[in-house]
T-cell receptor
Framework: GENVEQHPSTLSVQEGDSAVIKCTYS??????FPWYKQELGKRPQLIID?????GEKKDQRIAVTLNKTAKHFSLHITETQPEDSAVYFC????????????FGTGTRLKVLA | DVKVTQSSRYLVKRTGEKVFLECVQD?????MFWYRQDPGLGLRLIYF???????EKGDIPEGYSVSREKKERFSLILESASTNQTSMYLC?????????????FGPGTRLTVT
């Protein structure tokens, strides 16, 4: 079945450094890849997404890259700040005629001041 | 602004009880979802619905059922709660297919089964 692998499971960086989270998907027909951020005790919220016809998308300090050939996509956060500390989930759309995503297992990012 | 609400933030139930988790969205969204969130396992889809009275199994439907009698409301039912169903349950909604639209999440219900 469809699967999304996410690495690393935990990531600690110094404030101001960059953070990279990587995901690999199995369904070569997946065409939408959102990233959600979940702060402690709060609901997941979409922070950025990318569609399969685009290789890279940037929004201020965050960017997502997509490599369709290798079936992987990555989240890049530059100049990390303490408020970036959260759990990040990647997801990939399923193309078997349904309306769902498959989520990765999450990455807990800690930004150390 | 999309609002997804869940009936309880915290719930404690006994083994064997029937449990109802309610989710309501106020944006006339077609699609609604129930996920279970466990440490190290991420968000796993239990059931989803793309229309009133329509439902489809997700990846882990065993032990759960759902009901969607009205467009704005999607209920998750644990017919006979077990301790391995202790978890955080998240409801979500979207206005269209997953390959086009983001999902909006509720605040979650932390269920403990003793």
């Amino acid at each position: 079945g469809e699967n999304v692998e996410q690495h690393p499971s935990t990531l600690s960086v110094q404030e101001g450094d960059s953070a990279v989270i990587k995901c690999t998907y199995s369904d070569s027909a997946s065409n939408y890849f959102p990233w959600y951020k979940q702060e402690l005790g709060k609901r997941p919220q979409l922070i950025i997404d990318i569609r399969s016809n685009v290789g890279e998308k940037k929004d201020q300090r965050i960017a997502v890259t997509l490599n369709k050939t290798a079936k992987h996509f990555s989240l890049h956060i530059t100049e990390t700040q303490p408020e970036d500390s959260a759990v990040y989930f990647c997801a990939a759309s399923v193309t078997s005629g349904t309306y769902k995503y498959i989520f990765g297992t999450g990455t807990r990012l800690k930004v150390l001041a | 602004d999309v609002k997804v609400t869940q009936s309880s933030r915290y719930l404690v139930k006994r083994t064997g009880e029937k449990v109802f988790l309610e989710c309501v969205q106020d944006m006339d969204h077609e699609n609604m979802f129930w996920y279970r969130q466990d440490p190290g396992l991420g968000l796993r889809l239990i059931y989803f619905s793309y229309d009133v009275k329509m439902k489809e199994k997700g990846d882990i439907p065993e032990g759960y059922s759902v009901s969607r009698e009205k467009k704005e409301r999607f209920s998750l039912i644990l017919e006979s709660a077990s301790t391995n169903q202790t978890s955080m349950y998240l409801c979500a909604s979207s206005s269209g297919p997953a390959f086009l639209y983001e999902q909006y999440f509720g605040p979650g219900t932390r269920l403990t089964v003793t």
